[in-house]
């Protein structure tokens, strides 16, 4: 399996669209430039993923969306199968899927080898943090947050 390294700190995040699960529509990661944006890759037979969704809920919850925003995206193939599992769990903040883990926007441009990974983008669209720990990703979000009400 053909694996980059995907967008290092300071690239524009490569823009792709994704399938939006609460509805029939495809949605853009453009869509969301304007605020700081927490990207969770994440799928139903992935075990920590699973282990993160009662913080990423909270995190949904709490989130101030005029100026971020958490956006879920599964790697799941099944469309049918990923929409009944966020309802089951009730992620109501925004989902999306891109599915075919194996895909070269996956693999290639994202450098996506595993889940859960998570990315954390600035109003621009350029990735100021990638990581495997929720911990660390929400500590960079709040942090550029910060940093950006601080230099207001």
């Given at each position: 399996v053909d694996v980059k390294l995907g967008p290092q700190?300071?690239?524009?995040?490569?823009?792709?669209?994704?399938?939006?699960?609460?509805?029939?529509?495809?949605?853009?990661v453009a869509d969301w430039q304007g605020r700081y944006v927490l990207i969770d890759f994440w799928a139903t037979w992935c075990g920590p993923c699973i282990a993160h969704l009662p913080e990423l809920k909270s995190i949904a919850e709490k989130i101030d969306p005029e100026r971020s925003a958490l956006l879920s995206i599964s790697?799941?193939?099944?469309?049918?199968?990923?929409?009944?599992?966020i309802?089951?769990?009730?992620?109501?903040?925004?989902?999306?899927?891109l599915g075919q883990r194996d895909n070269p926007l996956v693999r290639q441009q994202l450098g996506i080898s595993s889940v859960p990974v998570y990315f954390v983008l600035d109003p621009t669209g350029k990735l100021i943090h990638r990581s495997l720990r929720l911990h660390?990703?929400?500590?960079?979000l709040e942090d550029a947050l910060k940093q950006s009400k601080d230099e207001k």
């Open positions: 700190i300071g690239d524009p995040f490569p823009i792709f669209r994704y399938e939006i699960l609460a509805e029939d529509g495809v949605s853009s790697l799941d193939e099944d469309v049918k199968k990923a929409r009944a599992f309802a089951s769990r009730q992620m109501d903040w925004p989902q999306g899927l660390d990703a929400v500590s960079a």
